[in-house]
């Protein structure tokens, strides 16, 4: 079967949290995670941001690396990357089936993401890479990632209320969650001014606090925001066992690219971001406020519906900005008719038509909205 179709089928495209499924499919691969060094990263806002600096400073200082991130823009072969390289065509069908057609022999019923951590684990150890940074999907302490039992350092970044149905309803209790991939005498590298610190603090005493970073000059990433996902970047390379020249992490924080992160198009007047809770919102108004204080701003707004779409809405919207709502082909994209009352007159159906070449156009919410938008661009 393709691969695509095995992992959209009905069977497979759901969210079950839990370890079983994916332990019992390792172990029949040999337990595959066991030989690789892991860089574990969780956390609710700059997960990706954190993994694209690590993953070019570790390529630029000649490691082979491995990088599996989620989700996907346009395909899901970027999920899986060896120095920035994604996994062909070829390889992932073959490994999909294969391990598909073992778990179903064996009677393991995987869900989507249990199925391509699987192949991550599998797919890094067959090429034998010298490092894999690995970002959790949803949570952590149940996340199909969490079975590594001895990673080389873990980070855990901004953290924020997401996902309230499935990991809890306060900060503490999502901290919690994201805690997970704390593991005995492994160090945890954290911001001083992350959310979840007080409850980091009494699971682990092996913690390093960090300060944000002074941005070098020449780093690719946009915004102030990104102090913090350096800093924790930074730090972790001590507890590493590699040597790193220091010209070469200056290269690599020139060379990061992380789609759709406050990217910017300054010859379409475009601005992209990938904001999809109420604190990457305020990400993305600070950096509006910061650099165009005096624009009319023009939103182009998507995302899930179980997503905080109001608030969100409530943070980036000011009295002068536009408000577009586009309705992309997710079963769970927001619908124009779902805006709850106040927003009437002041958000109208997404129209290109009407977009003003003299405006800021600010794509952002869903990066299933904005990888259906903007294609492999």
Not at 134 to 141: A, I
Request: hydrophobic share 40%.
């Amino acid at each position: 079967m393709n691969a695509v179709d095995i992992l959209t089928s009905s069977d497979k495209f759901h969210i079950e949290l839990g370890l079983n499924r994916i332990k019992a499919i390792l172990a029949l691969l040999d337990n595959p995670q066991n030989n690789l060094n892991v860089i574990h990263i969780a956390g609710t806002n700059g997960k990706g941001s954190t993994c694209a600096i690590l993953n070019q400073i570790l390529i630029e200082n000649e490691f082979k690396t491995g990088l599996f991130t989620s989700p996907h823009l346009f395909r899901y072969n970027e999920r899986f990357k060896i120095n920035n390289v994604e996994i062909s065509d070829n390889d992932f069908n073959e490994i999909i089936n294969f391990i598909n057609n073992l778990a179903l022999k064996n009677d393991i019923h995987l869900t989507e993401f249990e199925l391509l951590t699987a192949v991550a684990f599998y797919y890094f150890n067959k090429n034998s890479v010298d490092i894999l940074v690995l970002e959790t999907g949803l949570g952590g302490r149940l996340d199909a990632t969490n079975v590594v039992d001895k990673p080389l350092v873990t980070i855990i970044t901004d953290v924020d209320l997401e996902h309230t149905d499935r990991l809890g309803d306060t900060i503490e209790k999502i901290a919690f969650e994201k805690a997970g991939i704390i593991k005995k005498d492994v160090p945890l590298v954290v911001g001083v001014n992350n959310k979840g610190l007080d409850v980091f603090r009494n699971i682990t005493k092996d913690i390093k606090i960090v300060e944000d970073a002074v941005l070098p000059s020449g780093f690719s990433l946009n915004g102030e925001h990104q102090k913090r996902n350096l800093a924790l970047a930074l730090n972790s390379l001590e507890f590493l066992p590699f040597d790193f020249n220091e010209s070469l992490i200056l290269k690599a924080l020139s060379n990061v690219k992380w789609r759709f992160r406050l990217e910017l198009d300054t010859k379409n007047n475009i601005l992209i971001d990938g904001c999809h809770n109420p604190s990457g919102a305020r990400t993305l108004r600070k950096f509006l406020d910061d650099n165009y204080k005096n624009s009319h701003i023009q939103f182009i707004f998507g995302c899930l519906k179980n997503k905080n779409y109001s608030e969100m809405l409530d943070i980036l919207v000011k009295n002068d900005d536009e408000l577009f709502i586009n309705e992309f082909s997710h079963n769970l994209s927001l619908k124009f008719d779902d805006l709850p009352e106040k927003f009437n007159g002041k958000a109208t159906r997404f129209d290109k038509n009407k977009l003003d070449n003299n405006s800021l156009k600010v794509y952002c919410g869903s990066l299933y909205m904005l990888g259906e938008l903007f294609g492999n661009n």
